[in-house]
């Protein structure tokens, strides 16, 4: 077939999934002429799996997306049906935000903000081929024979490149929920030198509302006071749908072990490795079977289906025995399947290919995002997404590239952790791998990136002036708390103690009050009220900075230590080979890897101490 050119463009994006979203309005939001190319115009933002935004460090993500002028977490707030803060019993580096959306909602509103967009325009068209001249992408072409010029390219193609869904013993070549997959990009990636690896993830089945029993499940309500994700909205006030909760038991156990040698898990029909913390439910049996029931979790897809999702048996048995393990669940007695579950097996690349800044180390210009670097969820690859399109933006522009640091956001943690560590599984985003997680908490990631999506250009004027009154005002108010005493009078000592603590013997600052397990910010500053009172989002930030301040202090000494490592930059021309001292490993590894600084080198498995002392005396001797 001949190829027709058609147009030329600044900034390509293969994808319209989470991360091909983030990155088209990222490049268009900063003035490059972009074009984003689905396969399907109805993938555009597609919940595939769980119909949810946020979680466990995935809504740390979520905000710091929004800090840096994403649109992921406006589009949660427009479509949310329920709304949780996770982990309120515990400490304030672990809370995060959870939140059912309204699936066709949640894809309707994304297609429009990119259809309103200017300098982005969203294309219908396969791509099959990534075009190259001397080493720097130059371009794309699609299934239908026409050629796009571009200067920079983002690709960001989900589990859609060679995927296969699979369901017992049957295999369809397609990618999730019927939707047509990639066919000849995995080609053209081999061509350009790259290795492909093979993954897999999977979904539960969706059933139908009318057939559940809800009065054999528990019902689970959403906040009450409901959290905005976009540190743009002060407050959301929306009528919530209840999620359900209930337990397999040991006949669908036995269901499920009797039929164990029909698991393309088990029988070898599926080669992709898949994600080690969101295990199908077969795989929990056979891994625990000392656990007579395991948690599920009902939720609803949206407002105007019937359909609803089975979060926690996910599964790729035949749908035989699917239907037998569904309908053994106390509640499911007559559950009408309307989706089965699927497993999907996908290509993907090494993310030890890319460079922190996301563009590979191959092919200058060519930038990748999302779980085609082998992460799984939709917050990581939306936060990988707009990383890639800020840093295509500054490719062209012949800037720095934008590197979040550890320290600085779960961005930085997650980037760092693929490219520098690698992973041989669907990589998922924890708190556990951050070393600074007080200082990475939901409510201050306005304060540790609106900065930098300003200084990029994605933050709008009336964006960072509220920023900066709200942050004036936190630095405001901790400075009159700190410096504001009470006399340990009996009309105070009164008030302690009917708000549940002891009285005070000397004088006490509203802080220390604070500070108190009992005592939160809402109830302290009854006894002295600022002039201007705060937001509930201002308001929690202070109590927190306040009532962990030692503990904050503490993480950011040990930051500081490592700031000098980090910032120790190791030129790329480094012929680690050739440094007499390096373990064999080491060598290899720096080699294949090209850490661009000193702390990114320390992380690197295989490099020891002692390889990071050559290292500093090498470049001690090169003056570098």
């Not at 929920?177 to 539960?204: C, H, M, V, W, Y």
């Not at 009065?215 to 359900?244: H, M, T």
């Not at 980037?415 to 997680?437: F, H, Q």
């Not at 000098?564 to 440094?579: C, F, G, H, K, Q």
Request: proline content about 4%; some cysteine.
């Amino acid at each position: 077939m001949a190829t027709i050119k058609v147009e030329d463009y600044d900034i390509i994006v293969i994808g319209g999934g989470h991360a091909g979203c983030e990155a088209a309005l990222a490049g268009a939001r900063l003035g490059f002429k972009t074009a984003l190319f689905v396969i399907n115009l109805d993938t555009i933002a597609f919940l595939a799996c769980n119909p949810s935004i946020g979680g466990t460090s995935k809504g740390h993500l979520v905000r710091e997306i929004d800090a840096l002028g994403g649109e992921m977490a406006q589009n949660a707030d427009k479509t949310t049906i329920q709304s949780r803060m996770l982990n309120k019993s515990k400490g304030p580096a672990v809370h995060s935000l959870r939140i059912q959306a309204d699936k066709q909602r949640y894809h309707n509103e994304m297609k429009k903000v990119l259809e309103l967009t200017p300098n982005l325009d969203v294309i219908q068209s396969e791509v099959t081929r990534i075009l190259e001249n001397n080493c720097r992408v130059c371009g794309i072409e699609t299934a239908m024979g026409e050629s796009y010029g571009a200067r920079a390219v983002v690709l960001a193609t989900g589990v859609y490149m060679k995927s296969h869904i699979i369901i017992g013993e049957y295999r369809a070549q397609t990618g999730p929920n019927g939707f047509q997959r990639a066919n000849g990009i995995s080609d053209s990636l081999r061509e350009l030198g790259f290795d492909l690896r093979r993954f897999k993830t999977g979904t539960p089945a969706r059933v139908s509302k009318r057939s559940v029993d809800f009065s054999k499940l528990e019902a689970q309500y959403g906040d009450e006071k409901i959290v905005p994700f976009s540190f743009s909205n002060d407050r959301l006030d929306i009528a919530q749908d209840p999620c359900w909760m209930g337990y397999t038991n040991t006949t669908t156990h036995d269901i499920i072990r009797a039929n164990i040698h029909r698991s393309p898990l088990y029988s070898g029909m599926i080669d992709g490795i898949g994600p080690r913390y969101c295990p199908s439910i077969e795989d929990k049996v056979m891994r625990f079977p000392e656990r007579n029931a395991h948690q599920f979790f009902l939720e609803p897809e949206g407002r105007y289906t019937d359909e609803m999702y089975v979060q926690g048996i996910s599964s790729s048995l035949p749908v035989d025995v699917q239907r037998d393990l569904y309908h053994s669940i106390k509640g499911f007695e007559n559950i009408k399947i309307m989706r089965y579950a699927y497993a999907i097996e996908y290509d993907c690349l090494d993310p030890q290919d890319m460079k922190l800044s996301l563009e590979t180390k191959s092919v200058a210009g060519l930038f990748t995002a999302g779980q085609i670097n082998g992460s799984s969820g939709y917050e990581e690859a939306a936060a990988q997404g707009i990383m890639a399109g800020i840093n295509a933006a500054q490719y062209i522009k012949q800037d720095e590239p934008l590197i979040i640091k550890r320290d600085e956001g779960y961005i930085g943690v997650l980037i760092d952790d693929l490219v520098t560590k690698g992973t041989n599984e669907p990589y998922r985003m924890m708190t556990s791998r951050a070393e600074y997680r007080l200082l990475l908490r939901q409510d201050n990631a306005d304060e540790r990136l609106t900065e930098y999506g300003r200084r990029v250009g994605l933050v709008s004027d009336a964006r960072y002036d509220a920023f900066m009154y709200k942050k004036d005002s936190i630095e405001a108010e901790k400075i009159r708390l700190e410096a504001t005493s009470l006399n340990p009078t009996d009309a105070l000592n009164a008030k302690l103690v009917a708000m549940g603590t002891t009285p005070a013997k000397k004088s006490v600052t509203l802080a220390e009050l604070i500070r108190r397990p009992e005592l939160c910010y809402s109830k302290v500053v009854q006894l002295d009220p600022p002039e201007v009172p705060l937001s509930e989002q201002t308001q929690e930030t202070v109590e927190i900075d306040i009532k962990y301040s030692g503990y904050i202090d503490k993480q950011n000494k040990q930051a500081g230590k490592m700031k000098t490592l980090e910032e120790r930059l190791l030129p790329e021309n480094i012929d680690y080979s050739a440094i007499s001292g390096l373990c064999l490993e080491a060598r290899q590894k720096l080699s294949q890897i090209k850490p661009a600084t000193l702390g990114q080198a320390m992380r690197i498995s295989g490099v020891s101490p002692a390889d990071i002392s050559v290292l500093l005396i090498y470049l001690k001797q090169k003056g570098l």
